[in-house]
């Protein structure tokens, strides 16, 4: 009986695990896992409940949130999509929900159906589970691979590795010729220290433009201001895009938030307008862009060095124009980055010329199969990484099966 060997007990692994075994009864699926609990990234996801997924059923708008793999996972997205993933899950007992902004969860709100239902198909279809297998070395053995962990050697005839980001085995693949690029954190919140945001957390924008000065990232949408810095999804998506550009700057960098995403002039027009149809109005007294908190506004204007007393009657141009710039153009300094939650993702893997993603099969050896993280693919927030562990893992583990 030929026999398969995936190295990873996490969502893309027991996917594939499951889809082989159904699939094709007379192979013998065996789960390595390095720690003694499976799926554990899948539990703590989406705060305890699991973003399975995004209701995003257009291949071709799909890929454009994958700031690496966008190119190469068009072809697979036509074969296992959203709405198979979806499919997939229902047919197995577990009902998905969409939500107002499109992302998907169980409808019990907890990960831990997601797992029940993983582990329970893979129990059921016959996959071998094995804990506390901290796999050492990786050989070719003929046209078999040989593993080694502290307590085994084993032999596969098909090798699927989906270990996510785990250097060990980066480093093990890199001595079977495979290139990886360098990991670097994917999704996280930026660690300012500013007056204008100090004692303001909890307040949100709802459709800033935010930049990395001395690049051309970029990303608009809702930014949130927490108790370490700058958060919220245009934040998080511009990590996605500059991981690697910030890993370089050590995290050290300069952001710049325009606060209602529109251009100097536009701006500076509202504010000259509004001058002259309420002279009377103290400044500090309402914000005049609803899009922008009271205590925000009032952040603003102190670090426009406008004072309290002052109206609209007796703010000077140059005033106007300092009040439009920190509105348009603040600039923070960043001095590090925080972990999105527990949701930590890692740009970097196996350079992605080296597989054929067709059957997400490697270039340089038949019969290796890697899906998920362990590519130098990463995804936004929102469920697309998930999505991607799917996909992959199906794909993979069509070509192991047939």
């Not at 007393?309 to 141009?317: D, T």
Request: some cysteine; proline content about 4%; charged content about 20%.
């Amino acid at each position: 009986m030929e026999h398969v060997i995936i190295i990873g007990g996490g969502a893309a692994g027991f996917f594939a695990a499951v889809n082989i075994a159904e699939t094709n009864s007379n192979i013998r699926v065996s789960i390595l896992e390095k720690g003694n609990k499976v799926l554990q990234k899948v539990k703590v996801s989406g705060g305890g409940r699991c973003n399975v997924s995004h209701a995003c059923f257009d291949p071709k708008d799909l890929v454009k949130f994958y700031p690496r793999g966008e190119k190469e996972l068009l072809g697979p997205f036509h074969k296992f999509m959203t709405g198979d993933t979806m499919q997939w899950f229902e047919d197995r007992g577990v009902n998905l929900k969409i939500e107002s902004d499109q992302r998907m969860f169980p409808e019990s709100n907890n990960s831990q159906t997601i797992i029940d239902c993983l582990v329970s198909s893979a129990e059921k279809a016959g996959v071998e589970i094995i804990l506390n297998q901290n796999v050492e070395t990786i050989e070719k053995n003929g046209n078999q691979f040989s593993l080694s962990t502290k307590t085994d050697v084993l032999l596969a005839d098909k090798l699927l590795i989906c270990s996510g980001g785990n250097p060990k085995i980066w480093e093990l693949l890199k001595n079977l010729g495979h290139k990886i690029i360098q990991p670097a954190p994917s999704l996280f919140t930026f660690n300012i220290k500013d007056p204008i945001i100090s004692d303001i957390p909890g307040l949100s924008v709802p459709n800033a433009l935010v930049s990395i000065e001395g690049s051309n990232f970029e990303s608009s949408g809702p930014v949130l201001i927490t108790h370490w810095g700058l958060s919220g999804p245009a934040v998080l998506k511009l990590s996605s895009l500059s991981a690697f550009f910030l890993a370089e700057k050590e995290y050290l960098f300069k952001v710049h938030v325009n606060w209602l995403n529109q251009p100097f002039s536009e701006i500076l027009n509202q504010l000259i307008t509004y001058k002259k149809s309420a002279p009377k109005k103290t400044i500090y007294v309402r914000s005049v862009f609803e899009e922008i908190p009271k205590r925000l506004w009032s952040k603003l204007l102190q670090s426009a060095e406008i004072e309290e007393s002052q109206n609209w009657s007796n703010i000077s141009h140059q005033q106007i124009e300092k009040l439009t710039e920190k509105l348009t153009n603040t600039v923070f300094h960043s001095y590090g980055k925080t972990t999105f939650k527990e949701e930590f993702v890692t740009a970097g893997g196996i350079d992605l010329k080296q597989i054929n993603f067709k059957r997400f099969e490697s270039r340089l050896h038949p019969n290796l199969f890697f899906a998920g993280e362990v590519l130098n693919i990463d995804g936004l927030t929102g469920g697309f990484n998930f999505q991607n562990a799917w996909t992959g893992g199906y794909l993979a583990a069509m070509a192991i099966a047939e």
